[in-house]
């Protein structure tokens, strides 16, 4: 293997990083997002007539859950394309 | 060649020790209510113990799937000549496949733990939380699914000559095999409430299906960024 210095070396790494960036991002939404679902199926179950109001509240909490994980995204895009 | 060879065993061991976490946890959860719902109805053994194996095959997708990559890795024949970059690329597809299947196999197991729960409580509907559990699990193990796709892909390329793209290409492994974790389980915990609720209150099963695919598909959304980057650092850079 040849050696790698400088702007290169900047570039590999900062690659690397974008998927770790992603990678690791990405668990804690997608667990959060598990809870808010799995909660509202659960107050489903217990009230059906409230599932609008239900269904409403579930897709605005995984929004915001979701917002980590495209802090993710654009670190990972930023760190692609711009590094 | 052979620090090809070096490569592809590493990604082996990887693959299958990684890939077989989570898929061991989620069948042991579902054994483990089955046997704690037999305590309550012994008079359901046949359903439970039926039910559970069923589960349980479902759950064990994740683990054929590294199984399947670990075994492509442990034969692979180095090509003459090639360059020694594809072993970081074997690598690559490794904890892609072995990272990315935790995720699935501990979501997989949840649903099933929680139709064990509902039969035992309620026997005679078993039918309905079967089929609530099979589609909770199919969805969770879409993260599994791009797992091995990326794998694959990885597996199938040929390797680039240069180092840049190398850092890329074990970058574009890791995020998907990590990035696959959080959705697979966060899946898993969607179907294992709605199964739940489905069990208490099986009338409502058609807005309880609704709702939890619905959820399990926004859920998916950060394991489609992860794909995404994946592909991006894999073709793109």
Same mark, same amino acid.
Do not use: W
């Given at each position: ?14 690659l ?55 802090y ?12 | 060649?052979?620090?090809? &060879? ?16 989570g ?21 359901a ?15 064990e997708?994740a683990a ?11 034969? $692979? ?39 064990m729960?509902?039969i ?9 939380? &079967?089929?609530?559990m099979?589609v ?5 193990? &879409?993260s ?23 850092f ?43 709702t ?5 598909a926004?859920t998916?959304?950060?394991?489609? $960024? ?9 073709f793109?850079?």
């Amino acid at each position: 293997m040849e050696a790698i210095t400088g702007q290169e070396l900047i570039r590999a790494v900062a690659l690397l990083g974008a998927g770790i960036a992603m990678g690791l991002g990405a668990i804690g939404p997608g667990i959060g997002e598990g809870f808010v679902a799995g909660k509202a199926c659960e107050a489903l179950g217990k009230r059906p007539d409230q599932s609008q109001l239900i269904t409403r509240t579930m897709i605005i909490g995984q929004a915001i859950s979701e917002t980590t994980g495209i802090y993710s995204l654009i670190v990972a895009l930023i760190l692609i394309f711009v590094v | 060649m052979e620090t090809i &060879t070096l490569f592809s065993i590493l990604a082996a061991g990887l693959a299958i020790g990684l890939g077989s976490i989570g898929s061991a946890i989620g069948e042991g959860f579902i054994a483990m209510k089955a046997v704690e719902a037999l305590g309550r109805q012994p008079n359901a053994s046949g359903k439970l113990i039926r039910v559970m194996i069923v589960g349980q095959a479902v759950t064990e997708a994740a683990a054929i799937f590294a199984l399947v990559v670990s075994l492509i890795l442990v034969f $692979y024949t180095p090509e003459a000549g090639e360059s020694i970059y594809k072993g970081y690329y074997l690598l690559s597809a490794g904890l892609a496949i072995g990272l990315g299947t935790i995720g699935a196999g501990l979501g997989g197991g949840l649903p099933g733990g929680s139709c064990m729960e509902g039969i035992g409580r309620q026997p005679e509907n078993s039918d309905i939380l &079967t089929i609530q559990m099979i589609v909770g699990q199919a969805v969770t193990q &879409t993260s599994s699914i791009f797992a091995l796709t990326v794998s694959l892909i990885l597996l199938s390329i040929d390797p680039s000559n240069d180092i840049v793209k190398v850092f890329a290409v074990v970058g574009g492994g890791l995020a998907m095999g990590l990035g696959a974790i959080g959705p697979g389980i966060g899946d898993g915990l969607v179907a294992k409430n709605a199964n739940l609720a489905v069990g208490k209150n099986p009338r409502q099963m058609g807005l309880l299906t609704r709702t939890m695919v619905i959820g399990q598909a926004i859920t998916e959304t950060t394991d489609i $960024y992860s794909l995404v980057v994946s592909l991006i650092l894999i073709f793109v850079v």
